[in-house]
């Protein structure tokens, strides 16, 4: 399906330019809202997404996946994003620009990255595994999380640590979460 939208997209279909944005809006704009501060800058840096690719839909390769390419020029916009802010960079701020600049990594090395973070996220107990999905992947707070799970804020912010401080020890970065999280978003709406 992917193939046959990048092949209508490059032809100048407008109504597949909708459908793609339709479909895959929601997944970039959770993508970016992750790495900027503002709900205006998120939606500001997901529709440039979209406007580049519609700028070089003519250049765009059938043979990679429309969420490799959404993904590859998400990345773009979130550096040009970060790097046209007045303001001090922090070393975080500084390491997460490196990172969106680097090589753009294969469409097999990010599936097994995200094989990868599967299987790592099994290896904790449930109950943890539940409070970091429900904070990283549904974006729900602390103590939404506390009230559903009946538990302290606290306890939740505890479990959180525990399950990043485990994925840190075994080489999982931020930005390989949230790509992971826009594959969980995908795979459930599939589901469902």
């Known amino acids: 399906m992917s193939s046959n939208l990048i092949i209508r997209l490059r032809a100048g279909d407008d109504s597949c330019f909708k459908e793609i944005y339709d479909l895959y809006h929601f997944k970039v704009f959770c993508f970016v809202k992750k790495y900027t501060s503002q709900l205006a800058d998120s939606e500001d840096v997901t529709q440039n997404v979209f406007i580049h690719l519609w700028k070089y839909r003519t250049k765009l390769d059938p043979q990679v996946s429309l969420e490799a390419i959404l993904f590859k020029s998400s ?106 999280a826009l594959f969980f978003v995908y795979q459930t709406e599939l589901v469902l």
């Open 75 to 180: 990345k773009q916009e979130i550096s040009r994003w970060y790097k046209k802010q007045n303001r001090i960079f922090s070393v975080e701020d500084d390491a997460l620009i490196r990172e969106l600049d680097s090589k753009t990594q294969s469409e097999e090395e990010v599936s097994l990255q995200m094989e990868r973070i599967e299987y790592l996220l099994d290896k904790i107990p449930a109950k943890r595994r539940k409070i970091f999905s429900l904070h990283k992947f549904e974006d729900r707070s602390y103590k939404e999380i506390a009230e559903e799970m009946e538990m302290s804020p606290g306890a939740v912010a505890n479990q959180i640590s525990k399950t990043l401080q485990f994925l840190k020890k075994n080489s999982v970065h931020n930005h390989e979460l949230y790509w992971f």
